[in-house]
Antibody
Framework: EVQLVESGGGLIQPGGSLRLSCAAS????????MHWVRQVTGKGLEWVST???????YYADSVKGRFTIARENAKNSLYLQMNSLTAGDTAIYYC??????????????WGQGTLVTVSS | DIQMTQSPSSLSASIGDRVTITCRAS??????LNWYQQKPGKAPKLLIA???TLQSGVPSRFSGSGSGTDFSLTISSLQPEDFAVYYC??????????FGQGTKLEIK
């Protein structure tokens, strides 16, 4: 089955760190750009970070310098290391796969999401 | 950054109604526009890519149109399972693929 399964979310104190994981299955993981997208409960969707097939990385300004995205193709896994967490990082974090219609990118596969709550 | 603005933010409609949701980009994005549907407690689901390409398995009552800065998602005859939140997304500004704020479609 083609799927993405996130793990690693939970309750963490402000200033703390957390590492999210995303396990991919049913497709050739190394062939796809992967993103992390987050959603504050009941609110909209926000792009967080990207890692390309060549391991090039990009970050939203709101997380730059605090979050690190990585991939391990041999394990079909995507990661998001989150440091110096603040209440503003509280959200559901989705792992998403990027596919293309010629040059136009879209998110064709989403994980179920993992909830990160930053609170004392 | 490219800003995406959806209207309306919420919409009440009845089964069988035809509804249209619009999305406007702050600059021209060609056809780099996607639509997603999200139901409570679930991840978003891709409905339409590249402004008008209906994804496999998505009912034909959904359609998308537009290019440049103005886009629309139309549901030709609302079904009970269509009540959800809909988001547009631009993928022109690689890789900062920003979303609209969402349109909540509710039963009248």
């Amino acid at each position: 089955e083609v799927q993405l399964v996130e793990s690693g979310g939970g309750l963490i104190q402000p200033g703390g760190s957390l590492r999210l994981s995303c396990a991919a299955s049913g497709f050739t993981f190394s062939n796809y750009d992967m993103h992390w997208v987050r959603q504050v409960t009941g609110k909209g969707l926000e792009w967080v970070s990207t890692i390309g097939t060549g391991a090039d990385t990009y970050y939203a300004d709101s997380v730059k310098g605090r979050f690190t995205i990585a991939r391990e193709n041999a394990k079909n896994s995507l990661y998001l290391q989150m440091n110096s967490l603040t209440a503003g990082d509280t959200a559901i974090y989705y792992c998403v796969r990027v596919d293309y219609d010629i040059l136009i990118a879209y998110y064709d596969l989403w994980g179920q999401g993992t909830l990160v709550t930053v609170s004392s | 950054d490219i800003q995406m603005t959806q209207s309306p933010s919420s919409l009440s409609a009845s089964i069988g109604d035809r509804v249209t949701i619009t999305c406007r980009a702050s600059q021209s994005i060609g056809r780099y526009l996607n639509w997603y549907q999200q139901k409570p407690g679930k991840a978003p689901k891709l409905l339409i890519a590249a402004a008008s390409t209906l994804q496999s398995g998505v009912p034909s009552r959904f359609s998308g149109s537009g290019s440049g800065t103005d886009f629309s998602l139309t549901i030709s005859s609302l079904q009970p399972e269509d009540f959800a939140v809909y988001y547009c997304q631009q993928s022109y500004a690689n890789p900062m693929y920003t979303f609209g704020q969402g349109t909540k479609l509710e039963i009248k």
